[in-house]
């Protein structure tokens, strides 16, 4: 078993420079599925869910060719089947991310149903419903989803009930070849969404509108084939940057590689918590605070508060001077990190989707368990400031969004390491 092990109490400075957006670079790879050819896709992080996915469009007939560590070249001229099976799709919900691309290329999908993950029930039925609006029939069997366009997809206006990312990037890659327009209302406005249009679009796709509510997609006979370079990963970022903010030295740590404009409301609410972010060239330099302010957050949509920014940014609170409420409302279920973090000595009561968290004077060092990924990293985090030593099992879950994050860290001047320790075996 791989733990990571964090010992706390050393400061960080230097300059940490984040990795392309796993959450851009799944679906731009899913939509190379529309450009028969060869797509060069750069900046692309080395994490395992991007294997998982380079899996998936291997499985379909496409072959990919690694030119360098962030440079990946995927010809789909032969793909020929329509199935991402479900021992894929078990590894890595964003699989789905084909459904649309594949009903764009060839008219039908047969995509393993995902099932819930321990974020919540994570349920696709707003893909479903869009696609059924574009003319699409769907039915289910064997616990798979098949879905068939040969009557063609035809262009609808599409509300969608929630801003869901998933939903609007399915459908945006379904509507890029449907006869005549498609409007996605209530689309997610995310920065990965606009890199996927800006990629479309030099495919030849004719998407507006993208990152605002309403995106309008005129449909297009064919696709070619383009170089793209990922967009960088403003999650990423923001660990790195709530590092900073609880142990940088008095030079600061430089976190660059992203557009701060994408980490908006993070960056407002540690600059509302006392932290002092400044501009700098490709990001920004964090200071240490000496002082942490309580704050009120919820999770919402972007622009709003990112849910993938929420652990990190409960282990700042949970040393804040005062209590603060942090409020999930995207995933039902992902507040088990506080229970994580609680064995580190934070005081936090959860009650439903709300999290009361009254600041500590420290954190001590624990056994903790990476609840999901993002979760995985803050516990890490956790451990830079905490008492004594840190250690974090389940970090496959890390590794699913985070490239190199142990040797960034060290590179910084964390003391934190990657370790193979045995199993316990209790009889
Ligand atoms: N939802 C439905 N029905 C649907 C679609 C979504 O009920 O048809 C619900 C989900 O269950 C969830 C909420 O709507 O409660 C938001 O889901 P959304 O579709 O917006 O999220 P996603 O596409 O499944 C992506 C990211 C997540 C990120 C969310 C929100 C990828 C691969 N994943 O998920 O990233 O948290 O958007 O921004 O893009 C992560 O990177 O750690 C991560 C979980």
Same mark, same amino acid.
């Given at each position: ?8 109490g050393?400061? !960080? ?5 984040v ?16 450009a ?6 750069e900046n ?7 294997? +998982?996915m ?11 060719e690694v030119?360098?560590e962030?440079?990946?070249c ?10 991402a ?6 590894? $890595?919900?964003?699989?789905t991310?084909?459904m ?16 819930g ?6 349920? &696709? ?6 696609? /059924? ?24 206006? +599409? ?5 869901s990312?998933?939903?609007?990037e ?7 070849k ?18 996927l ?10 998407i507006a509108?993208a990152?605002?509510? +309403? ?13 793209? =370079?990922v967009?960088?990963?403003?999650i990423?970022a923001?660990?790195?940057i709530?590092?900073g903010? !609880? ?6 740590? /430089?976190?660059v590689?992203f ?7 993070? &960056?407002k609410? $540690?600059e509302?918590?006392?932290i ?12 240490r605070?000496e002082?942490i ?6 999770t919402?949509?972007f ?26 409302n ?11 973090l ?8 959860v009650?439903?989707?709300?999290? $009361? ?12 368990t ?16 905490a ?17 190199r ?12 390491? =990657? ?8 009889d």
């Amino acid at each position: 078993m791989d733990i990571i092990r964090v010992e706390g109490g050393h400061l !960080l400075e230097g300059r940490v420079a984040v990795s392309g957006a796993k959450n851009s670079a799944l679906k731009l790879m899913a939509a190379t599925l529309l450009a028969p050819g060869k797509t060069t896709l750069e900046n692309v992080p080395n994490i395992s869910d991007v294997h +998982v996915m380079g899996k998936v469009l291997k499985y379909m007939g496409a072959t990919i060719e690694v030119l360098d560590e962030h440079t990946l070249c995927i010809d789909t001229s032969a793909v020929n089947s329509w199935e991402a099976p479900y021992e894929l799709v078990a590894k $890595m919900r964003a699989s789905t991310a084909v459904m649309g691309p594949l009903l764009g290329r060839m008219g039908k999908a047969k995509i393993a149903m995902p099932g819930g993950c321990n974020l919540g029930a994570r349920k &696709i039925d707003m893909h479903i419903l869009g696609l /059924e609006a574009l003319g699409v029939e769907f039915d289910t069997d064997h616990g798979y989803i098949h879905a068939d366009a040969s009557k063609g997809l035809v262009g609808a206006t +599409v509300t969608l009930e929630f801003a869901s990312v998933g939903a609007t990037e399915n459908l945006i890659m379904a509507a890029v070849k449907a006869k005549g327009t498609t409007v996605i209302d209530n689309a997610a406005r995310e920065p990965e969404i606009v890199d996927l249009a800006n990629m479309l679009n030099k495919m030849g796709a004719q998407i507006a509108g993208a990152g605002t509510p +309403v995106v309008t997609i005129e449909g297009v006979d064919e696709l070619h084939p383009v170089t793209h =370079r990922v967009v960088g990963d403003r999650i990423e970022a923001g660990t790195f940057i709530v590092a900073g903010a !609880l142990m940088a030295s008095d030079a600061g740590v /430089e976190v660059v590689g992203f557009s701060p404009i994408h980490l908006g409301m993070v &960056i407002k609410k $540690m600059e509302d918590m006392g932290i002092v972010i400044d501009r700098i060239e490709g990001g920004v330099r964090v200071h240490r605070a000496e002082r942490i302010e309580p704050v009120d957050i919820q999770t919402l949509p972007f622009p709003g508060f990112p849910t993938d920014m929420q652990a990190q940014v409960m282990v700042l609170s949970s040393l804040a001077d005062g209590n603060s409420i942090i409020t999930e409302n995207i995933f039902e279920n992902r507040f088990m990190f506080a229970s994580e973090l609680v064995r580190m000595g934070a005081n936090i009561r959860v009650e439903s989707h709300h999290a $009361m968290v009254h600041g500590v004077e420290g954190l001590s060092g624990a056994q903790v368990t990476s609840p999901d990924l993002r979760g995985g990293a803050a516990l890490v985090v956790a451990g830079l400031i905490a008492e004594g030593y840190t250690e974090v099992s389940a970090i496959h879950h890390i590794d699913r969004g985070y490239e190199r994050f142990v040797e960034k860290l060290r590179a910084l001047g964390a003391q934190v390491e =990657r370790l193979t320790v045995p199993d316990f075996i209790d009889d």
